[in-house]
């Protein structure tokens, strides 16, 4: 029991005195909470710990699905019974430790290679990976030792023309591609959906493991940068927000938004849909902002100096690297100004 002086507190200031100590402290645990929260997403100017060079970081998802992270762009690895898969390949220098890693996991092969896009990060192991294991049996007469698959305008830029110097070994070239919205292929005792969605370029892929409950999304996705909107390759800022939005659609929460469908990035850490709501929340006020400096007028110069971006870039922002914040915003308005784009 709390004695109290009636002469000198009233019930009622005593009240209002654990009224205010209560609220204060609920005010230092949710500041607590969201410097946590931060810490998770950081911005590459202040990126969280990574592991030592040339090093591979092997992480569970939920499945039968891992991430593998270090090796440029990060790897979706599928194993089961039927063999090896994986999303991406990673720069071509780290294919000896890819392999090594998944030797720990599993001594089968890997039958199947998944492409979300062109770039070297993500199929530049396809070549190493096309030469290792023997020829698979569900490909015997080709005598392929590995199938990889890709939206047909990955081939087609991976490829040459006649004559001209192709800018990818062929043995790393699609060898099973598409050119229809989806394709189905079920491998390791799970249905898999590979899902075409032009987004940073016009060819980008992702894959959904049905059983496993778990998206890959290439590039399209990165809770640490903007995204990176290649204009020359078919790219734009609302192609990046469809893509998002259909994600969103597939993404199912588990309780309080935690948990759940879980995503494995084109770079940076695991995300659920908590994750995927805020980084699409942002890309949309960011559409919208440029949409309306440009319908009145304001050139990119403008735009730029108005700093449409401000308040994100914390998180996604960089002045430095292979993609700024200045590069994001020029792609994204000059996407917007180039098309009558319809805002959905």
């Given at each position: ?9 009233s019930s009622?200031?005593?009240r209002r ?15 607590q ?8 997403t950081?911005?590459?100017q ?21 991430m593998?992270a ?6 979706t690895v599928?194993?089961?019974n ?6 991406d390949?990673?720069l ?5 430790r ?7 996991l ?12 062109d770039?070297a990060?993500h ?6 990976f ?10 015997r007469?080709s005598?392929a030792?590995v ?11 991976m490829?040459?023309p ?17 050119s229809?919205p989806?394709?189905?292929l ?9 899902l075409?969605?032009p ?5 980008n ?8 409950d778990?998206v890959?999304t290439?590039?399209m ?5 903007y ?10 800022i ?8 259909r994600?969103?659609q597939t ?19 695991i ?15 960011v ?27 914390p998180?996604?922002g960089?002045?430095t ?8 915003v ?15």
């Amino acid at each position: 029991m709390i004695k109290v002086n009636s002469t000198l507190v009233s019930s009622k200031v005593l009240r209002r005195y654990i009224v205010a100590t209560l609220l204060f402290l609920g005010a230092l645990v949710a500041a607590q909470f969201v410097w946590a929260q931060a810490s998770q997403t950081r911005s590459p100017q202040n990126p969280t710990p990574k592991p030592a060079s040339g090093a591979i970081e092997l992480l569970p998802v939920q499945g039968n699905i891992s991430m593998l992270a270090g090796a440029g762009g990060n790897i979706t690895v599928q194993i089961g019974n039927d063999g090896i898969l994986l999303v991406d390949t990673g720069l071509s220098t780290m294919s000896d430790r890819v392999q090594e890693a998944l030797q720990r996991l599993s001594k089968k092969q890997i039958t199947y290679i998944i492409n979300t896009n062109d770039e070297a990060d993500h199929v530049g192991g396809n070549a190493n990976f096309s030469k290792m294991g023997r020829p698979l049996a569900i490909n015997r007469a080709s005598g392929a030792r590995v199938i990889i698959i890709a939206h047909s305008a990955i081939l087609d830029r991976m490829s040459a023309p006649t004559g001209q110097t192709a800018p990818t070994p062929e043995e790393g070239w699609p060898t099973d591609t598409y050119s229809v919205p989806q394709k189905n292929l079920y491998f390791d005792g799970e249905a898999i959906q590979i899902l075409h969605q032009p987004s940073t370029t016009d060819g980008n892929t992702i894959v959904f493991f049905r059983r496993s409950d778990v998206v890959s999304t290439g590039d399209m996705f990165n809770p640490n940068l903007y995204p990176v909107i290649d204009l020359k390759r078919g790219g734009s800022i609302q192609g990046v927000l469809e893509g998002l939005n259909r994600l969103k659609q597939t993404v199912i929460p588990a309780d309080h938004q935690e948990g759940g469908t879980m995503i494995v990035p084109g770079h940076g850490r695991i995300c659920d849909a908590a994750d995927l709501a805020w980084y699409q929340q942002m890309v949309t006020i960011v559409r919208d902002r440029l949409q309306d400096m440009i319908q009145r007028g304001m050139t990119l110069e403008q735009v730029k100096a108005a700093k449409p971006t401000q308040d994100f870039d914390p998180i996604y922002g960089s002045n430095t690297g292979s993609w700024t914040t200045d590069m994001f915003v020029e792609a994204a308005y000059k996407s917007l100004s180039s098309k009558q784009q319809v805002i959905k």
